[in-house]
């Protein structure tokens, strides 16, 4: 147990880090599966396997997946609870990303959607191994508010995911990741607002989405996602590729799972998951977060078909009553509005 958990840390009175007690332990890890045998898609479908990739592959069931979130670890010495993983030449760091992607393309269906995260130093072996297999679609970069200073070299505040298809079939749905912005500059015809709407609290405009992501917050202490996983990814980040890049019933895998982001997000968006990760601990936290999707499907910044910019929070707050309903209507109606 030691090897698994931490002993807990002092935590502020309003820290809302989800945390493990070692009784959710002993409970959840019973949920935890471990493959030894070929199984089908029925039998891993909503569950968290706790296994070394290379030692399940083999087991996976083929052309089961719609859409494959890969975030593995970057080129960096870093620990990650009860493991670590060593910083590599670029060579050698390209050659174990081929030696799991590889294997992994026979989990995808013909018309599956692939995204693959990175940083400037892997992103370029990231690129070169997916060409070998996938369409390169894209390259998202989305922006990190937080990171260390750095004196001899610029900060380091932003990320790579690369956007691949196994073909030229394949599913992107634009209209349901737009992103909410204030309009600061607004443009009338005839004294009408023109691609811009007035609401109570500002003007605003419904933008399609783009591959630069300045409206991500990384999950912090204060926030009821954070984790104590070093590189958890935030939900509202897989929420944008998940609804871009599947359809509802649809089935997300993901090899690297962490601390789970990747399956919550997919079940409170109404998709099948599974999800592959080494440590236990990061397993139960997992399956924790599971279980409150149960009673909390919301996503910190998406409300009912619309992101909104960061740092917003007040402005989706409207004063309604519990103000979540009118903030709903506003989102529908703005919806029914740019379809014109």
Known sequence: MEKTMKEEKIRAGRNRTITLMREDIFRLKEKLLSLNARVNP??????????????????????????????PPYNLTKEFNSNKFKEMSADEYEEWFDS????????????????VCGDWKSSSAIFRVMSRYFKIRNRVTWEREKGRGAKSN???????????????????????????????????????PKDWFEEENG?????????????ITIPFWSMPENTDHPTQKPEKLLAKIILASSREGDFIFDPFLGSGTTSVVAKKLGRKYCGIELDELYCCLAEKRLEMADNDKSIQG??????????????????????R??????????FELIKL
């Not at 891993?44 to 592959?57: A, P, R, S, Y």
Request: net charge negative.
């Open 203 to 215: 003007n605003y405009r419904l933008t399609h989405p783009s591959n630069l992501w300045t409206d």
């Open 154 to 192: 610029w900060k380091n505040c932003s990320e790579d995911i690369w956007f691949g298809t196994v073909s030229n079939d394949f599913t992107f749905n634009s209209d349901t990741v737009m992103l909410k912005r204030k309009v600061i500059a607004p443009y009338r015809i005839d004294g009408k």
């Open 325 to 334: 309903d009118k903030a709903i209507a506003y989102s529908e109606d703005l």
């Open 42 to 71: 029925e039998e891993i479908t909503n569950k968290t396997i706790q296994q070394d990739l290379f030692k399940c592959m083999e087991y996976l069931p083929e052309g089961f997946v719609d859409l494959l979130f890969i975030d």
């Open 100 to 115: 799991w992607l590889n294997p992994l393309r026979k989990v995808l269906k013909p018309t599956a959607s692939v995204y």
């Open 302 to 323: 998406y409300i009912d078909g619309v992101f909104w910019e960061r740092n917003s929070l007040n402005d989706q707050k409207i004063k309604n009553g519990n103000g």
